[in-house]
Nanobody, 126 residues
Framework: VQLQASGGGLVQAGGSLRLSCTASGLPFSNYAMGWFRRAPGRERQFVAAIKWRGGTTSYADFTEGRFTISRDNAKNIVNLLINSLKPEDTAVYFC????????????????????WGPGTQVTVSS
């Protein structure tokens, strides 16, 4: 399994970014996908997840409606739209694949994921 995240960059506070993660080497449409982030000096943190068929999503409390996860199973892509970016959103953002196919929910624990991608850096300036 290979995951490639893209779309990160340097943006001013209040701006938006759309992160994408392209997956290969697996039946993408059978697996929930998650986004996580790691800020400097902090532990990896769950951001959002989407069920294998889409529709059902999970979000961390800090996302406060600013983050939207979506997926395109025809293109093997999961996206994360981040609006109203804050300096505290600065982190490396990773996508990951659920360990279990066709899970009935969108998991939030890192332990439920595998095949982590290398991540994309998001830097928000104040």
């Amino acid at each position: 399994v290979q995951l490639q995240a893209s779309g990160g960059g340097l943006v001013q506070a209040g701006g938006s970014l759309r992160l994408s993660c392209t997956a290969s080497g697996l039946p993408f449409s059978n697996y929930a996908m998650g986004w996580f982030r790691r800020a400097p000096g902090r532990e990896r943190q769950f951001v959002a997840a989407i069920k294998w068929r889409g529709g059902t999503t999970s979000y961390a409390d800090f996302t406060e409606g600013r983050f939207t996860i979506s997926r395109d199973n025809a293109k093997n892509i999961v996206n994360l739209l981040i609006n109203s970016l804050k300096p505290e959103d600065t982190a490396v953002y990773f996508c990951a694949v659920d360990k279990i196919s066709r899970r009935s929910y969108a998991p939030m624990s890192p332990a439920e994921y595998e095949s982590w991608g290398p991540g994309t850096q998001v830097t928000v300036s104040s």
